[in-house]
């Protein structure tokens, strides 16, 4: 599994994470964790799960991106 | 162990570090909601190392079409176990969200090491 | 301090998860354990058994149709969770995020919302019905349907939202397909058979395979609806922020 979309999908994969997990400004995380979910879409099509793939963009990228805006909303925005 | 093994496994070893990601997340910062974003990235780093354990190279999504051959199928079990892990998933970070909003309306603040230093 | 120490232990962790994880057999071999002793069954009989050509919709709602019930439990333990942190909204509802005293109806979102509602509700309905032939399911129609909720709240507000689906309709609708769930396992029990088993075991082959159509229908409709329910009330309740019994002001 070494050709070059497979690299590149991985590579974004853990960027995206790196980024939602140590960014002071909540939102940008907020927003970082739905693009993770949905490369993580991408890669369940890649890994032939065209089920998990749906699942995965519709209750992740989209339903609990919500919430979590939501949740920032009605508390604080920056981590300090 | 080899590099080509690694080279095999990449996607195993990309799911650990991501799990290892969201574990640094968890354990080091203070932030509520930075907690449950590590706690996501950690869930999906495991389901992405057990569907891809299934994976079965050139194999073919597992519905059945008419002239197909099944054994050329990737394994489909790994995939409906984490199909309800995506669910279990979704609803702990809702009731987690849920309690988020109850703390900040106690104590005023998101940060746990903020919220143990006023209560002293 | 603390941060190098867990940033160095962390990163030992990783090492030795790369290692160990390196050390596994090759991605893709089909002489895999994984591939082995349930998987072939699976695969070649499950479309003639499961009743489905989605074998992944058959797993889930055939062989391992007890996992789907306890996943079921453990969302609807989750909504009585936040209603138990939240508060339920049966009361009036007094101030919410996305009222109306903070939004105001935008014509471009509102048209928009207004064609595109409907089409997203279809789309999941039709997502929820393939699920057995194509890819799809109870589950990810179910969680479209909140999505298109959420549109909608997002568009038109809370308290228009919130007349639209009402308490009730929401308690109504969330019993019914739980209680549905449970009935179709039950229809097993009655005809002879275990529990979750969707065959009439005395009715023949062309009957059995139609009723079992039907009950796979009805399950994944079910949970679809359950599914859409619950995260329309997980929205509304994280948006709300008093309840009132004061009904002059309430929304």
């Known amino acids: ?80 | 162990m080899t590099w080509n093994m690694l080279a095999d496994n990449i996607n195993y070893a990309v799911a650990m570090v991501l799990f290892c990601i969201g574990f640094y997340t968890v354990i080091v910062r203070s932030n509520l909601i930075k907690k449950i974003i590590g706690l996501m990235v950690m869930q999906v780093a495991v389901f992405f190392f057990l569907v891809s354990v299934g994976y079965l190279s050139g194999g073919s999504a597992p519905i059945v079409m008419p002239g197909e051959v099944p054994s050329a199928m990737v394994n489909p079990l790994p995939q409906a176990m984490i199909l309800t892990a995506i669910v279990i998933a979704v609803s702990t970070t809702a009731l987690f969200l849920s309690l988020v909003l109850k703390f900040y309306s106690h104590y005023g603040t998101v940060d746990m090491d903020k919220a143990k230093e006023d209560q002293r | 301090m603390k941060k190098a120490l867990a940033a160095a232990f962390v990163c030992a962790l990783a090492v030795l998860l790369v290692y160990v994880v390196a050390l596994l057999p090759p991605m893709g071999d089909p002489d895999n354990p994984t591939n082995q002793h349930v998987v072939p069954r699976y695969l070649e009989q499950g479309a003639q058994e499961a009743g489905t050509r989605n074998i992944v919709a058959g797993i889930v709602f055939n062989y391992r149709g007890y996992d789907t019930m306890g996943e079921v439990a453990i969302f609807s333990a989750a909504l009585a969770g936040i209603f138990a942190v939240l508060g339920t909204g049966r009361r009036k509802i007094g101030r919410a995020i996305l009222d109306e005293s903070r939004v105001s109806f935008s014509f471009v979102s509102g048209t928009a919302v207004v064609l595109l509602t409907p089409l997203v509700m279809v789309f999941s309905i039709y997502v929820i019905l393939y699920g057995m032939d194509l890819p799809g399911g109870g589950f990810q129609g179910g969680a479209t349907i909140g999505a298109g909720a959420i549109l909608f709240t997002a568009a038109f507000g809370f308290c228009r939202a919130q007349e639209r689906i009402s308490h009730r309709l929401r308690i109504i609708l969330e019993s019914a397909a739980i209680s549905g769930f449970f009935l179709v396992g039950t229809v097993g029990v009655l005809g002879g058979g275990n529990f979750l088993t969707y065959m009439l075991p005395s009715l023949g082959a062309g009957a059995g395979a139609a009723v079992r159509t039907v009950m796979l229908v009805l399950l994944q409709f079910g949970i679809g609806i359950k599914v859409g329910v619950i995260c329309t009330s997980i929205l509304f309740a994280l948006l709300r922020e008093e309840e009132t019994d004061d009904l002059e002001h309430a929304c």
Do not use: K
């Open chain 1, 1 to 80: 599994m070494l050709q070059p979309l497979n690299i590149v999908l991985l590579a974004l994969l853990i960027v995206t994470a790196l980024v939602a997990c140590l960014h002071r400004n909540l939102l940008v995380a907020v927003v970082m964790l739905s693009v993770f979910s949905l490369t993580m879409g991408v890669v369940w099509v890649m890994l032939r799960a065209p089920d998990l793939a749906l699942a995965e963009v519709v209750a992740v990228g989209v339903v609990t991106t919500v919430f979590f805006v939501i949740t920032i909303f009605r508390t604080e925005r920056r981590e300090e």
